[in-house]
């Protein structure tokens, strides 16, 4: 690195950077995601679509799970056509056009603005994170701590998201709110570009160059695809197409499954891997699973729960009436202040030799998980009865469910780098992402069960979640029993991953 650059808290100058474009381009994407469920089910007279929450639920599983796909292509163009730079700047400009085109209050422009984010979210989302980890050589033992930081900007900038344009949409309407994170992302762009030339040369080229044959192919592949998106938009947006979101949800859902199954089930059997090899993947399938399960409940903290905070909880403190999108809040300020208490919990219990395998800490956070949505059961008892919930039913379970993100989200991850064979490190990352995406087009699934004509039924619907949370948790404990030897095998030489990427957050 330039020695002329000053260095951010110790770290290289490029980490001031990405922690600040990471930051707004995260406000811009929560501060939008907290009200997309609120404003498509919101009447006309209150700026909303007036779609049914079974289909806005899909929607926005549709929406979470299409960003966390995205990611997949969005590396791979950076990886091999424009680097991750490039990449990370085009990107933002993508998701501000989208943000802007939200902000438009007509009824062209919805549907527009969410495919420009995910296409703008899967260029720079995966791309910012690897560029972290390219300022820091394989031997530098500040990298997990560089990331620490990294991911305190994606929680700031998310708590900054909830509170502004959860406001806006109170007090001025979801337009400007949408108008907001288009601001918000402007700002982490002119930031970027400004102090760009703290990250010197990396991540300025493609790590691996195509030739001039290949970039063609390449880029013809992108704009069929892109002119293909165009096309289906607009035949859905004239009624020459209509299509059901709830079952489109259920296609993509298994589509999306389908190929994760499929790529695993490749790398195993076609993969030339040796039989400790196998093994360790066997276990890193057990981490995969829980990971599926965890976020298709976590993530009704943008569907159910954020309707519930909207239309069942009672919301005055005195005179002041709390916005629906700043529950939400309540996850990213839990992570802050709770993740130096984790980071010192799994190294307190090394030092003591009690290292709880993968499949068991995953294990931990899905039933921790699931404690949360039985605060919601009794919650939602309340709603069933014509009352409105105190709030602090839905404090008591983002509490609980980010206890058991820290117990499962990192730790995932470190499986992954661990017990993925070095040489299919990167696909397995790769792999590894499709099960956000199962879980977060399952999580709109499940949310369409909140029917607000039917609200003796709410109960169930959290109830029934937190079984098949606890069920899951039950069957990734019991085939630890087995993969936990599977897991010491990683610990061998061939198995050392230090110059390994970072997956998306």
Known sequence: MNSKIPDFFGHPGGLQTLF?????????YYGMRALLVLFMTAS??????????ASATAIYGLYTGAVYFMGLPGGWIA????GSQKAVWYGGIIIMCGHIVLAIPASWS????????????????PNVGILVGQLYSPEDQRRDAGYTIYYMGINLGSLIGYFVCGWLQVNAGYHY????????????????????GRLGGVGAEPLLKMTPAGEKKSWTVIAVFLVGISVLT???MTGLLTIDPVTLAQYVAIAITVVFLAYYAGIYAFGNLSHDEKRTLGALFVVCLASIFFWSGFEQAGSSLNLFGRDYTDRMIGSFEIPPAWFQSANSFFIITLSPFFAALWVNLGKRMITPSYGIKCAIGLVIMATGFI?????????????????????????????GELCLSPVALAAVSKLSPKRFAGQMMGVFVLTYSIGNVTAGLLAGGLDPDNLSDMPNLFWG??????????????????????????EKKNFNHEEEQPTIL
Do not use: C, N
């Open 465 to 490: 979640i937190g079984q098949i949370t606890v069920a899951a948790a039950l069957v990734v404990g019991l085939l630890t029993l087995k993969t936990r030897k599977w897991e010491k095998l990683a």
């Open 177 to 196: 709110a949408f108008g907001a994170a288009a601001v918000g992302m402007a700002i982490g762009l002119i930031q970027y570009r400004a102090t760009i």
């Open 79 to 82: 990886d091999r056509l424009i």
């Open 44 to 53: 006309i007279q209150e700026e909303g679509m007036a779609i049914t929450v």
């Open 20 to 28: 600040y474009t990471e930051m707004w381009e995260r406000m811009s």
């Open 375 to 403: 605060v919601m059961f009794f919650a939602a008892q309340i709603a069933a009865s014509g009352l409105k919930a105190a709030p602090y039913f839905l404090v008591a379970t983002y509490f609980l469910h980010t206890v």
């Open 110 to 125: 919805f549907f527009i603005g969410l495919i420009l984010v995910v296409l703008g979210t899967g260029l720079l989302k």
């Open 234 to 236: 607009f035949a859905m």
